[in-house]
């Protein structure tokens, strides 16, 4: 799923997602959402590395993956898709 978001946040010169993820993170934290409070950081950073976190296979991108406020970027159908590709991929 991490994929198709940077997928889509790249194909959007004005970062829609990016910006979005920002209000939702922001939304979260004022809600005393805590694990939300390391994501403000990380999206105060330049895109190419937060792409990087939401690609990086290493345990610490995964667990951040975990609390990602990327939701909403794709749409119910995307998500869908992408559920029904990873089970087809498993019954292979």
């Not at 198709?4 to 979260?28: F, M, N, S, Y």
């Not at 990087?52 to 749409?75: A, H």
Request: hydrophobic letters at 35%; charged letters at 40%.
């Amino acid at each position: 799923m991490a994929r198709q978001i940077v997928a889509k946040i790249d194909a959007d010169p004005r970062r829609e997602g990016l910006e979005h993820a920002k209000r939702v993170c922001t939304r979260w934290v004022e809600r005393g959402n805590v694990p939300a409070r390391e994501w403000i950081a990380i999206l105060q950073r330049p895109w190419a590395e937060i792409r990087r976190i939401l690609l990086d296979d290493s345990e610490e991108s995964q667990r951040l993956r975990q609390n990602d406020p990327f939701c909403g970027i794709l749409s119910p159908a995307e998500r869908w898709e992408i559920y029904r590709e990873a089970q087809r991929r498993e019954a292979r």
